[in-house]
Each structure stands twice: as structure tokens, then as C-alpha cells.
């Protein structure tokens, strides 16, 4: 059974700050992994993907990748209220689309 | 990224009715979608895999003769919820998936459909 874990949170952090995302997952020959981004009553938003350990960056995101330890992170710099959502780690094998979800983070950037 | 589109966005029906709800990959061919149930602050339930030119593969626990699938272009899937019931209210989401960097695949989401069966 494939299995992706994240903290449900809610994660607070105050306007500015960096928040800090973690994901950890079973399956060790995973090769793709994502974070999607869900506000509430929308669907989840594709906004960041890593092949290969180490750091990711775009923009104010960056994600951190670490096969051995089958973990990955997701860093949101200069925090806004705008980022609050609910985060999902998102993660695939080889030559497949499914993806197996963590049930979600919940970020609060308090103004 | 690429951009899927979802019909209707809303829909409010009686018990004993039928939806039909469409998925669209609109700049991209997808040969895989994925259909979801997310009910309210509960996570994303894979219900189907759906496979252009063939049989849907269902989750386990999905009926798959109350929630047809059918995929028959490379743009677009349709889930039709069949003799609907209140419980079967919630938001469907659908995805597709397109290729990314070499060998990876990502999945894209339509924006959902909230079903309400009253």
C-alpha cells in the first residue's frame, strides 16, 4: 500500500514568515513528486513539481527533495494571507499517472 | 500549465435523476483522466481511472454502474452519475494527465462540479 503522509496542521504562521510544508512517503521507487495548492471549495492547483533531489525554486516557493530519506518539502518564503490553503504532497512511480495524495496541510498566514 | 475544463460547474437534481458531468482537456490530448469525490474538508477520493478507447478502471468500493465513464476522444471524459441520491452530493473533480519532463507525468484538475441531489 502506497502511502503519503503530511501533517493535517493547521500550520499558523504570521504574514512574512516562511512556511514550511512536510511530506513523507512509502514507496521508495516513487520518481515524480508535486504540490498542489486547494483553497476551499476549489480544486487543487498544480504549483510546484521535483524529479530529482535536492532544491527546486520558483518564486517565493521552493521544493526539497530527499530520496533516501523519502521525504519532500515545500518552503513558501515572505508568507502572504493569499497562501492560505490547504497544501497536498502529490507523488507517482514510473511511467504511471495516477498519483497517490496526502490528505493535506492546512496553512493559515495570519495578517 | 495545461488547462482542463470542467461542465456544468454546478448542478442541483432530484433523486432518481441521472447527471452527466464533462471533463475536457482544452490545449492538450489525454490519453488518461481521473475522476475524484472530495466531500466537504475530507480529502480527494480517487473514484476512476479513465482510459480513452476503453474500460474505466474503478476504485475499490465504486459502483461502476452508478458512476459511468466513458472516454471517447483524447479530450474528453464524462462521468454520469446514474439514479442519483442525496448522498451522492458532493464536489467531482476531474484530472488529466500530460507528460512533463521526461518520463514524469503530471495531472492537471478541472475546477469541479458540485452536485447537489435533493
Known amino acids: 500500500q502506497k502511502e503519503v503522509e503530511q501533517n493535517s496542521g493547521p500550520l499558523s504562521v504570521p504574514e512574512g514568515a516562511i512556511a514550511s510544508l512536510n511530506c513523507t512517503y512509502s514507496d521508495r521507487v516513487s520518481q515524480s513528486f508535486f504540490w498542489y495548492r486547494q483553497y476551499s471549495g476549489k480544486s487543487p492547483e498544480l504549483i510546484m513539481s521535483i524529479y530529482s533531489n535536492g532544491d527546486k525554486e520558483d518564486g517565493r516557493f521552493t521544493a526539497q527533495l530527499n530520496k533516501a530519506s523519502q521525504y519532500v518539502s515545500l518552503l513558501i518564503r515572505d508568507s502572504q494571507p493569499s497562501d492560505s490553503a490547504t497544501y497536498l504532497c502529490a507523488v507517482n512511480g514510473a511511467g504511471s499517472y495516477q498519483l497517490t495524495f496526502g490528505k493535506g496541510t492546512k496553512l493559515s498566514v495570519i495578517p | 500549465g495545461a488547462v482542463v475544463s470542467q461542465h456544468p460547474s454546478r448542478v442541483i437534481c432530484k433523486s432518481g435523476t441521472s447527471v452527466k458531468i464533462e471533463c475536457r482537456s482544452l490545449d492538450f490530448q489525454a490519453t488518461t483522466m481521473f475522476w475524484y469525490r472530495q466531500f466537504p474538508k475530507k480529502s480527494l477520493m480517487l473514484m476512476a481511472t479513465?482510459?480513452?478507447?476503453?474500460?474505466?478502471?474503478?476504485e475499490q468500493g465504486v459502483e461502476k454502474d452508478k458512476f459511468l465513464i466513458n472516454h471517447a476522444s483524447l479530450t474528453l471524459s464524462t462521468l454520469t452519475v446514474t439514479s442519483a441520491h442525496p448522498e451522492d452530493s458532493s464536489f467531482y473533480i476531474c484530472?488529466?494527465?500530460?507528460?512533463?519532463?521526461?518520463?514524469?507525468?503530471?495531472?492537471?484538475f478541472g475546477p469541479g462540479t458540485r452536485l447537489t441531489v435533493t
Open positions: 484530472s488529466a494527465g500530460t507528460s512533463g519532463r521526461a518520463g514524469s507525468y503530471e495531472q492537471y
Open positions: 479513465s482510459n480513452e478507447g476503453s474500460k474505466a478502471t474503478y
